[in-house]
Structure formats: C-alpha cells, structure tokens
C-alpha cells in the first residue's frame, strides 16, 4: 500500500503531538532489554502509555516486583521527567528495587531538576544502609548543591547512616566532615551528641561551625555548656554559630551569656545574639528589659532589637521611657522594634505620640506607621506643623506608610516646607499614595531651589505619571500636563 508525502506529514505530526501530550520515556521503547522477564517487559511498556494514571500504575507495580524491575531502572529514572504523580511512583519503584539502582539515583542528585533531586533524596532514604557509602562519597562533590542533596539523602537514611557518619566528622575532606556533622544534626541519634560535642575544639573554625549548628538541631540540652564556653572563641564565626545553636536549643541558661554579647564588636556576632534572644520567649523579656538600662550603647541597642523581635507587650512601656536613651542610633532602634508589636500596641503609641519628650513622640509616630493602623491619621497630620522638623519629617515618613487618601491635602501642602528634608520626603510620601491629584503640585515643586528635593519630585512624578522625560524641566513636564496629562 502506497502512502501520500501529504499523509505521511499528517501521521508524523500526530505522532509529535501525541509524543508531547505526556513525558514517555525518552529511551527507544525497542530498547528494552529481550532478555527481560516477560512480565517486566510488559510494565516497562506500560511506561510509554498516554495515560498518565496507566504510567503511575506501572511505575507502582515494577516497585513492587523489587529487584525483579532491575532491567526497568533506565525507564524509571526517565520517568521521573513526567508529572508530578508519575514522577513520585517512579521515584518510589526506585527505592524499593534498591541497591542496583543507587548509582542512577545518585545521578539524579548530580544533574535533575529541583523537583527530580528531592524525589531522588527520598529514593536514596529508603533504600537505606546500602546508599550510605555512595553518598559519603558524593559528598566530595565539587557542586555544593550536590553535597546538599547527598547530605539531605543521608539524612533520610536516618539511623542505620549514623556508624559511618560519626567517623565522617574526621575525615581529611572537608565537604565530608560538612555532610556529616548536617546530616547527624538532622537525624537526631544520642550518639552523635558527644562526637559534636568534641568537634567544638577542632583546629578549623568551618568545623567547629558546623558541629555547632548540627548541635542546634539536635536541640540537647547537655550542649548548652559547651555553646556557652564556644561564644568565648576568639573566631567570630565560631562564637556567632554558637550564639545561633544557644537559640535553637532554647535553654534560659543562655541568656544572661548572649545578652552580654549584644554590645560585641565582633562582624555578625550582635546580630546573631538579638535574633536568637526571643527564642527563649517570656523567660528573656525581663532580662532583656533590665539590658535596656546597660551603659553600653550597643547592648541597648540589641536589646531593643530583640525585644522587637520578641512582640511582647510588656516590653512597650519601657521601651517608650528608653526613647529618652541620650545615642540617637540607640532611639532609632527603639522605634524600630516599637513598630514590630502590633495592633495592640497602638493606643499606648498613640498616647505617647502627644508627649512632652520630642524623642518619646519621634519614636511613638515612627512605630505607628510601621503598624499601619488608620487611627494613627488624625495625630500624624496634626504632627505636620509641629516644630521640630524632625517630628515633621516622621509624621511625612509614617504617613507615607499609612497611605490614606486623605492625607493628600496636608502632604502637598509639605511640599513648601521650611526643612529641605522634609519636602524630600513629602515628594517620595506622595509618591506612595500615587494619586494624579498631586501632579500638578508636584510639578510647581520642580522649581524647589534644593536639587535633592528637585531629584524626588521627579521621581514621584514619574511614579505617577509612568512617564519619561531626557529632560525633567518644569516646562518640560508643565507641556506634557497641559496636553496630554489632564487628559490621561
């Protein structure tokens, strides 16, 4: 039978349409193995079928044929570019065949996709103790997002790694001693405790970091001692990975320790601490309170910053009385970590905005933009006249926050302002509130005599306008309104 160039163009295509409908394996369906058993061959070419329920069904059944499936490894590991339920009955068909198929498994953690490699890790976990030498090996890889893979994969194999991890935390590679000391951190086994524990006094800092970050996740509590002796270290990545553990086990012991840190120079080390500080909950908001009182201004600072952190209501009224603390970076922090507590926190906020303190009432308004809360409108607009122009430039700050409509009339209106500052601000605050009503304003603004204040005009102008100009001149931009804008 003779067939026409014109059908045969027509059969190819249907042929690559119905090729692209589903992910087949890409291996020749003629490849499979001859010698197969007559069974496995018949759910390898199952594999190939549009049905996508048909292809998870074989993958699903090859698993539970075990290592009779060993001839369907190539497909299998094909098959894990297909959707997401065949890729997770190939993946898991993998894990039972077991042993024969780490190597393809391994390869998948080399070179698959984000969604192929935890799939991959997950296979590896179950197939167990068998996997575990391949994956110590793996761990060599010059790739880090291998070694993670492995690492995780390890991890996943549990118990059964932990014999081979332990001596790993001593080997001459370091990319081993890294997924060992991760992979026990994530396993949790007792017998890793003091293998980490010890690890604390190596010669190289990277080991003395990842043994103290494998001892938070194990969460012991017999390692708050030696974390605590760590923060003495005089490697700072040491003693921040310390403070970093110190949080995740979250034993009060550590707190007075990291609380003394706060006001270390040491790059990191502070940050740490006031991050891992709220950790402990309510046990910390005293002594953190009492830190507020330090002489030194750093400790001040974290302790602020924690305590922020920390969302406590407790905390509020001590930290408005430290809005009096004399270091401007030490109020900035406060006001910082005010804005972190909330809703319930506004009341008293707005209270404290009317103060007599002028540090008190910056740090109150600043707080009440971070919340957002529309009761804080009225006050912040009422702020805009104040005179200190620092009040005035945080009520221009906040409002820009709180984006209210109404407040469109009195942030113009700060446009002509005494303080350079606060017009920079006012420009970027109506910005924010992108309203074209302000346009025609703004533009009068592109004569301000200050070239900064000019600079952020332009910018609120294009934000709201979307438009562009070589030249922002105000006739350039007058132009544009009178032509085209009001029309727009």
Partial sequence: MRTSKGAAVFVAALMVTVGTAFAQPALPKEGIP???????????????SPSEPQRASAAYTLGVLGNQSVPAIPYLIELMRDKPSVQAKAAEALGRIGGPAIAALIDVLKTGDEKQRPLAEEALGKIGEPAVKPLMETLKSDVEQVRTNAAVALAKVGKPAVPHLIPGLKDENIHIRWGSATALGQIKDPRAFQPLV???????WIDRWCTARAL?????????????????????????AAAQALGGIGDPRAIKP??????????????HASR????????????????????????????????GEAKDLRALQPLLAALKDPEESVRQQIGVALGKMGPSAVTPLLTASKDENQHIRWGAMRALGDIADPRAVKPLVQALTDKSQDIRWV????????????????LMARLKDDSALVRVQAASALAQLNDRRAVAVLIAALKDKDEEVRGAVVRAL???????????????????????????
Wanted: charged share 30%.
């Fill in 258 to 271: 990291l609380i003394a840190v706060l006001g270390e120079e040491a790059p990191g080390l502070s940050w």
């Fill in 395 to 410: 009520a221009v700050v906040s409002l820009g926050k709180l984006k209210d409509p109404k407040t469109l009339e009195p």
């Fill in 462 to 488: 294009q934000t709201i306008t979307g438009q562009q100009f070589e030249k922002n001149t105000p006739e350039v931009w007058e132009a544009w309104w009178k032509e085209k804008g009001k029309a727009d």
């Fill in 216 to 240: 938070a996740d194990i969460g012991d509590r017999r390692a708050v001692g030696p974390l605590i002796e760590a923060m003495n270290d005089t490697e700072w990545r040491d003693r921040w």
């Fill in 276 to 307: 891992a500080l709220p950790n402990f909950g309510a046990a910390v908001v005293t002594p953190l309170i009492e830190a507020l009182g330090s002489e030194n201004a750093a400790v001040r600072s974290g302790a602020a910053e924690a305590l």
């Fill in 34 to 48: 001859k010698d197969a058993p007559a069974h496995i061959r018949y759910y390898v070419q199952l594999l190939y």
């Fill in 198 to 204: 010890e690890g604390l006094k190596d010669k190289k």
